[in-house]
C-alpha cells in the first residue's frame, strides 16, 4: 500500500467525547503507511501534524480551556532529534496527563512488501542512503522493535489496499466512538503466515475440512453450506463453548488493565472455509454480549485451491 495524494474532506478539529484531549501519535516502518494514515485521521476530525520533531511535542498537544482538540501526530526515524528513547519519554509524559486520551499506533508491514513499494514508488528509504534497501529495512527495524512492543495498537499494512487502512482506522480511532474496548477479529490462512497484529491466536486445524469436499471447495465460510457443514463436526460445539468461555473473563480484565484494542486472529489452512466461519460465530457472540466488535477476512479471496 503506497501513499497516494487523495482528496480530503472539508473537516474541522472535532472535541473528542468526555472533553480529553485525543492524541493519536502514528510511528512505524518508514513506507508501511503513515502517511495514509495522518491523511485518513484528518478526514475523520482530527488535527493532523507530520514529523514534528520531539522537541516540539509538548507544545503542540497543550490542554486548555477551549474544547480539546483531536490531534493525529506522526512520528518516525525522519523526525528531527528522533530516537526510541526520548519518544517513549514522551508518550509516557503524554499518558499521565489526566486531560489526554494518548494512543501510540504502530503501522507495520513485511520486509518484502516494504522492498516492492520502495522500488515501485523509486522513492531511497531513509537508512538505504548508502547501502542496499534490504539493509536500510532491516536496520529501521531493529530500532524501532521497542517502539512496537510499546504500541498499544499494531495494524499491519502488508495486505491492504488503501480502502483497508481508511476502515480499520475509522472503526478504531472515529471520534463518534465511546471510549471502551475494541475487539477486531480476523480469519487467517497458517500457509500465509500469521497476522502480526495478533493478540491471541485460535489454530482451527482440527475440525473438518469443506476443502475436500468438491461442491464445497469453491465456496467460503461466508457461505450457508460451509457454516453447515463446519458446525456439524462432532467437536465444534465443544470447541466454541469452551473459547467463548475463556474469553468472557479475560475480555472485561483486558479493559480494566486499560487496554483499548484487542484482536484475535482465527487461522486454518487456506483461510478460506474454517477460520472464516468460526471468526463470524465469535463476531455474533460478542455483539450479543454487548461488545463492540469488527470482524474481517484476510485471506478469503486467496482461491478455491485453498484448504
Known amino acids: 500500500m503506497t501513499d497516494p495524494v487523495s482528496p480530503r474532506a472539508e473537516t474541522t478539529a472535532t472535541p473528542p467525547l468526555g472533553g480529553r484531549g485525543r492524541v493519536v501519535v502514528v510511528t ?41 482538540r483531536s490531534l493525529a501526530i506522526g512520528v ?4 528531527r532529534d528522533f530516537g526510541v528513547g526520548p519518544f517513549v ?59 512496537r512492543d510499546r504500541a498499544d495498537a499494531v495494524v499491519d499494512t502488508s495486505l491492504f489496499q488503501l480502502h483497508d487502512l481508511k476502515r480499520r482506522l475509522r472503526e478504531q480511532y472515529g471520534l463518534d466512538q465511546a471510549p471502551e474496548l475494541a475487539v477486531f477479529v480476523t480469519s487467517f490462512a497458517y500457509r500465509r503466515g500469521l497476522p502480526r497484529e495478533a493478540d491471541l491466536v485460535f489454530d482451527v486445524r482440527f475440525l473438518d475440512n469443506p476443502h475436500y469436499e468438491p461442491s464445497l471447495r469453491p465456496l467460503t465460510g461466508l457461505d450457508a453450506p460451509v457454516a453447515g457443514f463446519v458446525s456439524r463436526d462432532p467437536g465444534y460445539a465443544a470447541f466454541f ?20 484494542y484487542l484482536t484475535l486472529a482465527i487461522g486454518c489452512t ?12 465469535i463476531g455474533a457472540w460478542l455483539r450479543a454480549h454487548g461488545r463492540r466488535v469488527t470482524v474481517s477476512h484476510r485471506d478469503v479471496q486467496t482461491g478455491p485451491e485453498a484448504g
Open 28 to 68: 512505524g516502518m518508514s513506507g508501511a503507511g503513515k502517511t495514509t494514515a495522518l491523511k485518513a485521521l484528518e478526514d475523520l476530525g482530527y488535527e493532523a501534524v507530520d514529523n514534528l520533531p520531539l522537541s516540539l511535542l509538548p507544545s503542540i498537544v497543550q490542554p486548555s480551556a477551549a474544547p480539546a
Open 76 to 79: 518516525d526515524i525522519r523526525t
Open 89 to 147: 519519554h514522551e508518550i509516557d509524559r503524554l499518558i499521565a496527563d489526566p486531560s489526554l486520551d494518548v494512543t501510540l499506533l504502530f503501522l507495520d508491514c513485511d520486509d518484502e512488501v516494504l522492498q516492492r513499494r520502495y522500488t515501485e514508488t523509486r522513492r531511497r528509504h531513509p537508512l538505504a542512503v548508502d547501502r542496499p534497501l534490504r539493509d536500510g529495512i532491516e536496520h529501521e527495524r531493529r530500532l524501532v522493535s521497542a517502539l
Open 270 to 281: 487456506g483461510g478460506r472455509h474454517r477460520s472464516v466461519f468460526v471468526a463470524e460465530e
Open 241 to 260: 463453548s469452551a473459547l467463548t468461555a475463556l474469553l468472557a473473563p479475560l475480555l472485561p480484565r483486558f479493559a480494566h488493565e486499560g487496554k483499548s
